[in-house]
């Protein structure tokens, strides 16, 4: 392990967190409506400390390098999304009010993994400026603050191959070494591009420049934080506020496909579009939930059909978009919808966007894979070829995307069971347990139980809250990353 | 697909049923306390009917069979439970009281799978001699009526290799085509021995023989069905109510172990004791487990640790073999107890032996293989050899191993959700929708919700009734023998 190589690259990283940090005091700083004088000096002490950890670790390893080898990449990953989380926790403890640590390190960390869990029981009694630094660590970990740093390095001429390689949302065949830059900054492209028109359209239909872009940025990396206590229900007495709900739920929806659609669409490279599978289906699985759910949901309230699609429409996309903004109590729908959720959130989105979950992509994978596994019973011999996205998936490939699927099951279950004994003394029931690791670890926001729509995350013990930070920052990054961290050979020196 | 080769077989399976059905029907007429005249004609009317449809169905296959095709294989070990499962339900239909057809269906599948979930309110309200049916049928299933049938065949010179193969407990490196029969045959002397011992045991502690047959019946076949309405927990308050317990749990234990362990010991092949793996892990599980919860039990209740220990002991013992067998209501303990007894009813016993779930070995297999997944992020190019139980494990076995654990994990959801919606009208929860499926799937009998240990399965529906019969026998058969059946080329003529 080279640790010149580790601490010059997150100290960089940490030395742009704190740009960001700082614009956020900027922001409170010529806010109008800012209503607390304390908010401006905990960004900016934050974002003071932060340059000052990161600029020593940029001394530290000074010197040139060539090319990260593949372990340091996967290190600065995965250490890289810790680092962020632990640094971008300080506005929250620094200001008045504040949080206890454990506190600030579960909001920060469910910012940049765009979790959107949140301790804050009431957030509209927190300052803008730390408000918007919450909007803000989403909108930077929607695409990954890597890709950015990716796309710098590249520029200074670092190899960045393994960065690229172990960050999640972007292992797909259209990426090639040399095509990195280009990739990433056209991504960055197409994501400023939507983002913009996400907040037109909600300044337009009424809201303030500032809940406009808070919104935006929470829609677009599908984090769902929100600076209303009630979320996006906030707006359901208005007039437009279907529209509102509408226009969110398809950025949503944009920003839960592989963004790589939306960079061919830019280039017009039409003929791509055709072998996009996983889109259409992630489309499909929403209108048939939605659908389904919205049945069920006329007949339990006696209400119209239409209004209850609306609803489920909206949570539906929400959920699966793994965004997490609440408009109604989903929890008080009739329990196959609830479990129609559940499994929304275990999957996710599509692999290259911003959501979270297993992606549907490996679930259309296992499904096909199970499928041939059948008929081997009576026919051993046959070979059967699969084509996903347009890609080629030879067996090797197949049993590795299977592999993840059940150790992502596995995680659930195990880390359900753990918080059950972690909350032990609390009593916390079997559908908490379970709900807990569903809101964080696909990163959605709400689960079920005590940590529902209308709850948060405040009533577990700190133990139970830096054990969430794991599972987040663990879905975020698609497990091995994180795990890989805890293999001793890794660090062994060589 | 050859329907003569499959009328001769099942023909014959049937024409065994009802014998087993007349066994307990001439039971009926020498049992000095039975309590309703009607209980013989029901068991020999059933075996009457089975016979006769049984032998139509041979004569309509007569012609000599030199080998049963894979294909054939396949469908008669699918076809072959589900009609043991229609038929033996006739007795229940056929005599008074008597149930509704889904309900009797319901419970001679239960009985048949090994499951022992059952739609009898009032147990003892029941004749003896149904009740002794409902033992048999477990004894039956437990070891597998096939394996009985193999070892036939093969004395009649048929070649059952296709069989075999697909009857799940035996897919072990340690059979081979020429030991077929030698191999059932001591399976079937074993089970036997063991049957009588733990007879002999419950005699000489104060049981009756009724009693004693019928329990160590559904101990050794991990099926859980008791005579009485408090299942086990009937002996409780004796003053050895501890001693059979543990006599019980350790026939549980006993016979959730690979089955080769035992011919292998009575052989005397002690060297190929030492490469078993899975029964020791299987054991440290279930000691584990028991501690854990008895700690939090003797927390939770204030008893001393030694009483919460016995109840630990003997529930975890009873789920994890997947037997069912209940002394406590275990819906009451600690959540984290129950998200224990959860996994361990998804992973079920050892393979090779009677108990049903995933099996500790595939678990085992898992992740080892995840580790390598793990460690493969930073050494691509790493080779990694893999052996269990003394075997070695291909990647291609391994990626097998896991694709049937996502599978199995893939349908609990599936059927949850799909529950939800069978019982939706009756207003379901989620803990039972989920609990339903568990207590099915994996064959333990007991689920949570509204069929935990002090429940039964009379309230639901007919269809949702059908329902879980397919996935008792889907869960017993492993997936694939039944799933392949809906594949539509298998029925193809060729
Ligand atoms: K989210
Ligand atoms: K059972």
Partial sequence: MNFRILAKILGALLVLESLAMAVCGIFTIIDPLRHSESSPQSLFYGALITAAVGGVMMVLGIGKIHKIPRREGVVIVGMGWILSGVFGGLPYVLGEPSMPPADALFESVSGFTTTGSTVMTDIESWPRGILMWRSVTQWLGGLGILVLFVALLSYLGVGSKSL?????????????????????LSLWKVYISIT?????????????????????????????????????????????GWLIEFWLSLFMLACSVSFLIWVVIVKKRWKRLKSEEEGKWFSLVCLGSAFLIA???????????LEALRHAWFIVVSIASTTGFGTV?????????????????FLGGCSGSTAGGLKLSRLIVFLKTARFEVVKAFRPNKVFPMQVNGNSLDP????????FMALYSFIVMISALFMGMLEYS?????????????????NIGPGFGAVGPTDNFAHFMPATKIFLCLLMILGRLELYAVLVLFIPSLWRKY
């Fill in 164 to 184: 690229f390689r172990n960050e999640s949302s972007f292992q797909t065949g259209e990426v090639s070494t040399a095509r990195i830059r280009d990739t990433a």
């Fill in 196 to 240: 913009t028109l996400c907040i037109l359209g909600l300044k337009f239909m009424g809201l303030t420049w500032y809940n406009a872009i808070s919104h935006a940025f929470t829609a677009v990396s599908t984090g769902g934080f929100s600076p209303h206590n009630a979320s996006v229900g906030h707006y359901s007495d208005w007039g437009n």
């Fill in 295 to 305: 049945f069920g949901l006329a007949h339990q309230n006696s209400e119209g059909y």
């Fill in 329 to 345: 109590d989903y929890e008080v729908w009739p329990s196959y919808a609830l479990i129609i959720l559940g499994i929304l959130m």
């Fill in 396 to 403: 090797d490939a197949r049993s590795q995307i299977v592999i």
């Fill in 426 to 442: 609390t009593g916390i029931d079997m559908e908490t347990s379970l709900g807990a690791v569903l809101a964080t670890l696909p």
